[in-house]
C-alpha cells in the first residue's frame, strides 16, 4: 500500500521556524519526484516547492523563495520542507506528493500519490 505521511505541523508564531516531514511507505521514493502543496481555507490548492528524484534540484513558488527549503533523505525514505521566517499568509493545510516522469513540475495534476496533509497555522 502506497502512503505518504506528513509530520510536523503546528503552531508557530510570525518570524519563527518549523520543519515538515513527509514519509513514504509501500514506494521507492528514490524514483519520484516529490513536491509541496498547500491549501487555506477557502482557497485553491497551490504549489510551494518540488525536487527531483536525487535532490539536485529544486523549484519554489515566489512566495516562498529564500524563506522555504525543500530536501530529502532517499536512504529515510523522507521528504522535508524547512520553513523560515513564516508568515501569517503561510497558514495553511500543506501536503506532500509524489510523481514520477521527468523533470520538477509545480501543476498538482502531475502528481499521482498524495498524503493527507499537516496543518500549519502562523499566529501574528
Known amino acids: 500500500q502506497v502512503q505518504l505521511v506528513e509530520s510536523g505541523g503546528g503552531l508557530v508564531q510570525a518570524g519563527g521556524p518549523l520543519r515538515l516531514s513527509c514519509a513514504a511507505s509501500g514506494l521507492s521514493l528514490s524514483v519520484y519526484n516529490m513536491g509541496w502543496f498547500r491549501q487555506a481555507s477557502g482557497k485553491e490548492r497551490e504549489f510551494v516547492a518540488a525536487?527531483?528524484?536525487?535532490?539536485?534540484?529544486?523549484y519554489y513558488a515566489d512566495s516562498v523563495q529564500g524563506r522555504f527549503t525543500i530536501s530529502r533523505d532517499n536512504a529515510k525514505e523522507t521528504v522535508y520542507l524547512q520553513m523560515n521566517i513564516l508568515k501569517p499568509e503561510d497558514t495553511a493545510r500543506y501536503y506532500c506528493a509524489a510523481r514520477l516522469g521527468r523533470g520538477i513540475v509545480s501543476t498538482s495534476n502531475e502528481y499521482s500519490t498524495w498524503g493527507q496533509g499537516t496543518q500549519v497555522t502562523v499566529s501574528s
Open positions: 525536487i527531483n528524484w536525487s535532490g539536485s534540484s529544486a
